[in-house]
């Protein structure tokens, strides 16, 4: 497409399996779909770079597995959709409900501009859940899914002494793909708590309704025990050293250990990536369960802003086959509403039998793999919480004591969430830990609050936004910087 369409009908914020199957049904349907995508390539995280490895290097597929594989024809029917495609463009802003138009800032080779879509759908996946402990700002300590890119982007695999902490399918996945290559950890250390009840009660369900899953995860473990020592029911998970990560201890059987390493890998499941919906205005609930905020969802994808929708791991992490599955699903749900507006939606299939039981093999995952506590609530007050600005636990539970009520609070005393990532690290954990000083639930204490530019924008891009005015179609008068602050702000 050579011209960006400054009024689409859609605009579709992500180009992974959910977004991109959300924007193929609707382009097939005749809408005008727009994708905008921070990658260089659709795929998302779990098919990243998947033309790529593909055409440039066949040979890693073996290690990276059939699901990645499966990812190129989802990529291919993407291209041949007629959906428009923004790739390296990011999301900065979605002006908020009080607005009298849905307008969406986006950044694309450092030009900034706004589109005026009737309907946004966020597709924008999962981020790994952040895992404080002593030690995991040290160089040398990094994450699974983090290492995981790198093998697929670029194809690079770990070097030296490699430790694999935590818990999830990801960890064992992983750790799967490096024997492939190779590549052998010197040992998995597993923070997963014993099994629980509830966990046994959803085996049996999720086992009769996707067989093959389950026997691929084992598969996965089974490879794994056979080859790398595994240590179970880990606590205590430390990463030490000066300058540099020289060496792991942690706790496990009653007895603590150490191990020499230069590189440890840890992961503790993933949570919806929720900074954008959360920006929009959209309502969110804690998850206990899962220790996560979540977004508040109707129907397949409906919010509480009826003109933005949300769909795959950014409303529910379930996978990426419901991902698709829902990205469908939710286009037909737009598309209702995009030609019934003041009527019901009434062009959304119904709910397919593979979807409901992924839905009870995603039921067992979560109770299998909870989140590991001491990542949740760290023990040792030294630990950093926040790594922009190395706020510790302790700090936050002290603010905490002196009555502090809540995370925005706790940013004005001591400037946890101010750092470049916004808070996207540290949200749960100081909500969390204001809870427990406080004695509150998670949803009470409340989360950061979040507003644009939640993408870095210098003012020069800004000034220099390029609103055509009436030529585009904009509001009239829209473009000033005054017209994009909002009135706190002003």
């Known amino acids: 497409m050579n011209a960006i369409p400054v009024r689409p009908e859609v605009v579709v914020v992500g180009a992974g399996p959910a977004g991109m199957a959300a924007a193929c049904t609707l382009a097939e349907s005749g809408v005008e779909v727009l994708v905008l995508d921070e990658q260089p390539a659709p795929g998302g995280q779990v098919y990243r770079e998947v033309e790529k490895v593909h055409a440039e290097r066949p040979e890693d597929l073996a290690a990276l597995g059939t699901q990645y594989r499966v990812g190129l024809e989802l990529v291919r029917r993407f291209r041949h959709s007629g959906a428009g495609y923004l790739p390296r463009t990011s999301v900065w802003e979605i002006t908020a409900a009080s ?107 999720a ?60 992961h503790d499941g993933v949570i919806p990536n929720t900074w954008l919906a959360m920006a929009a205005g959209i309502q969110h609930h804690f998850d206990q369960r899962q220790a996560c905020w979540v977004p508040d969802v109707r129907g397949v994808g409906r919010t509480s802003r009826e003109s933005i929708a949300i769909v795959g791991d950014g409303a529910a992490i379930q996978g990426a086959e419901v991902a698709i599955l829902q990205g469908e699903r939710l286009a037909h749900e737009v598309l209702g509403q995009l030609r019934t507006p003041a009527g019901p939606v009434q062009l959304t299939p119904a709910e397919p039998t593979a979807l409901r039981q992924q839905r009870l093999l995603q039921r067992f995952l979560e109770r299998y793999f909870p989140p590991t506590a001491y990542f949740q609530l760290p023990l040792d007050d030294s630990t950093i919480v926040c790594r922009c600005e190395e706020i510790t636990a302790g700090e936050i539970r002290k603010v905490a004591a002196l009555g502090c009520v809540g995370p925005n609070q706790a940013k004005a005393f001591t400037r ?26 998670v949803a009470e204490v409340g989360h950061y609050r979040i507003r644009p530019p939640i993408r870095p924008l210098t003012v020069g891009q800004l000034a220099d936004m390029s609103i055509a005015g009436e030529e585009s179609g904009a509001p009239s008068g829209a473009g000033s910087i005054v017209d994009l602050l909002t009135p706190g702000d002003q």
């Open 99 to 205: 607005e009298p138009e849905l307008a969406i800032g986006t950044l694309r080779d450092g030009a900034a501009q706004m589109l005026y879509p009737r309907h946004i759908i966020l597709a924008t996946g999962a981020m790994e859940r952040p895992t404080p402990f002593p030690g995991w700002t040290l160089p040398g300590v990094m994450t699974v899914g983090a290492a995981q890119t790198l093998l697929k982007t670029s194809g690079l695999i770990p070097a030296g002494r490699i430790v694999l902490a935590g818990t999830g399918p990801l960890l064992y996945l992983y750790a799967s793909q490096l024997l492939a290559t190779g590549t052998r950890p010197e040992a998995i250390l597993d923070t997963r708590p014993a099994t629980s009840m509830g966990a046994l009660a959803s085996l049996l369900p």
């Open 416 to 441: 946890c969430g101010m750092g470049p990532c916004m808070g996207r690290k540290c949200a749960a954990t100081v909500s969390q830990l204001i809870a427990q000083v406080r004695g509150l639930p």
């Open 207 to 266: 086992l009769a309704g996707q067989p093959g899953a389950l026997l691929r995860g084992l598969g996965w473990m089974r490879a794994v025990r056979g080859s790398i020592p595994v240590f179970s029911r880990v606590t205590a998970l430390k990463a030490l050293g000066d300058e540099c990560m020289a060496s792991v201890s942690y706790e496990s059987a009653g007895q603590s250990h150490e191990l020499k390493a230069e590189l440890l890998l840890v």
